[in-house]
């Protein structure tokens, strides 16, 4: 019954994609993420474009309901077996634009650089996204993202309203002064309490920039980052790499605003570029005797002594693509993310080198961030002020390879949690549930909240079937 009624809505109003209205109701409709790790049968799949399809789809389809926008969550985030998902890229459209207020709207599906080639004509900035442009808004607000801004911490810091459909088609408006509960829960929620449908975004000002980069030690970096980072008015985005196998000397990069002649004069990355040669460069890294050095001397080296004046759009303008292996046939490449508070930086860093090491982890660099506290979001990440450790990975396909990985990341999980610190959910979720309770203990307020606007659970995950309490 379930499906019928819903087709039958599909078939008058079109918001069914192709492959959804195709597929026979017993086969169903396979969703995976960027990895390739965590292919999900689903019931069907519909591509909304507006906000009354996403009302249709929710009270034509009796079932259970998961929702993806680019789909770069790795570990099941996007998808519960049996649902109807929503793919949410088709609703990538400017719903209003402000120039003088710095303020845009934009439906849920559009990704940042879609928001970039809108607002860059008009000198304007994101104010908070992630270190690439291919991510959706939508699915941006959904993990609560950040990305090098300095002083800005997570996307909750740039958002002024968000628009929510819940699980029996009510729309909502949400802010801070409007159910502000609500509000605050959105950010990395996961899609459990609502469709995201529309945001509003905080602009700034886009500003010509220019690259410092110094190598520091780690017991040294603490500091560095407070009086040579954080203390600078003109720095406007950091991070630093610690590489293997060492991970003991810190690479800071830091942008600062200039008004030095600029070295690249595009104001945002051509779309479309061939990324061939990074490609082939991360795969000597992981793959050949000796690649990281070659990597090392040849690639960064070159790159970062080269002087770079550009755009702050055009850094923040980075496609993935320049990340994608060659290949997924055989290996994947993946993420993690640790949050750890300042006091407790030099400890996790070296413990962690400990087991990165001891696991042979194929690593390619692990990213230091910076976040001061969040006071808004309820599954706060960064629940005092924070260094993130970002470790970018490669493992091979195969379960035994998923299984050790598991091994040595509840192992990283556990020196997080023994500093006070926390992990970053839109991974695989390999933690026990103890740690992920131990590392969230919001969870519980979040699952009774949930409990009074999705009473019947039908909007879920593999992440919340996996972890979420029942209430």
């Known amino acids: 019954m379930d499906r019928r009624r819903f ?36 019931a069907g799949e519909t591509r909304p474009r507006s906000t009354e399809d996403v009302r249709g789809a929710l009270r034509a389809w009796r079932g259970r309901v998961c929702v993806g926008g680019g789909r770069y969550s790795m570990g099941g985030q996007i998808a519960a077996p049996g649902a109807l998902h929503l793919d949410m890229r088709a609703m990538n459209q400017v719903v209003w634009f402000e120039p003088k207020r ?53 996307l909750v810091n740039a958002v002024q309203a ?5 699980a029996h088609g009510e729309v909502l408006e949400l802010s801070r002064t409007r159910d502000a509960e609500l509000f605050a829960a959105v950010f990395g929620g996961y899609g459990g309490l609502g469709v995201i449908t529309e945001v509003e975004l905080d602009l700034d000002v886009n500003a010509p920039m220019e690259r410092l980069v110094q190598d520091v030690s780690l017991e040294d970096y603490p500091a560095f980052l407070q009086h040579r980072v954080l203390a600078d008015g003109r720095a406007l985005l950091h991070n630093a790499d610690l590489r293997p196998p060492g991970f003991h000397a810190p690479r800071a990069i830091t ?22 040669l990074e490609r082939n460069a991360i795969w000597a890294a992981t793959e050949l005797p000796g ?85 808004v979001s309820l599954l706060k990440w960064a629940p005092t002020e924070v260094l993130s450790f970002v470790l970018y990975y490669k493992q091979r396909n195969s379960e035994h390879a998923s299984l050790e990985s598991r091994f040595w990341t509840r192992k990283l999980i556990d020196a997080a949690l ?33 409990a009074r606007v999705d009473p019947a659970s039908r909007l879920s ?9 029942r209430i």
Request: aromatic share 10%; net charge positive.
């Open 7 to 42: 087709l039958q809505w599909a078939a008058a109003s079109g918001a069914v994609g192709a492959r959804s209205s195709a597929a026979a109701p017993a086969a169903g409709t396979l969703i995976d993420d960027v990895s390739h790790l965590n292919p999900v049968r689903v």
């Open 102 to 154: 710095q303020a845009i709207r934009v439906q849920a599906g559009m990704t940042w650089r879609d928001v970039q080639e809108v607002i860059d004509p008009h000198d304007l900035s994101v104010k908070i996204m992630q270190s690439f442009s291919s991510f959706t808004v939508g699915g941006s607000v959904s993990v609560n993202c950040h990305g090098r801004y300095v002083g800005r911490g997570p």
């Open 162 to 166: 968000v628009q929510l459909v819940l």
């Open 255 to 276: 942008w600062v605003a200039t008004d030095k002649p600029l070295t690249r004069p595009e104001r945002l990355v051509p779309r479309n570029l061939n990324y061939g």
């Open 291 to 375: 690649g990281r050095l070659l990597r090392e001397r040849f690639f960064d080296r070159q790159l970062l002594d080269q002087p770079a004046v550009v755009w702050r759009n055009h850094e923040a303008s980075l496609d993935v693509a320049a990340l994608e292996p060659r290949t997924r046939a055989l290996s994947t490449y993946l993420l993690q993310e640790y949050f750890i508070p300042v006091p407790g930086f030099l400890s996790f860093a070296r413990r962690m080198a400990d087991i990165l090491r001891q696991h042979r982890v194929n690593a390619l660099n692990v990213s230091i961030r910076h976040s001061p506290p969040d006071r």
């Open 418 to 450: 023994a500093g006070g610190g926390r992990y970053y959910l839109p991974y695989r979720p390999d933690a026990t549930r103890q740690q992920f309770h131990q590392a969230y203990p919001e969870a519980r307020a979040f699952a009774a909240l949930k």
């Open 461 to 469: 995950n593999q992440l919340w079937d996996r972890f979420l309490p």
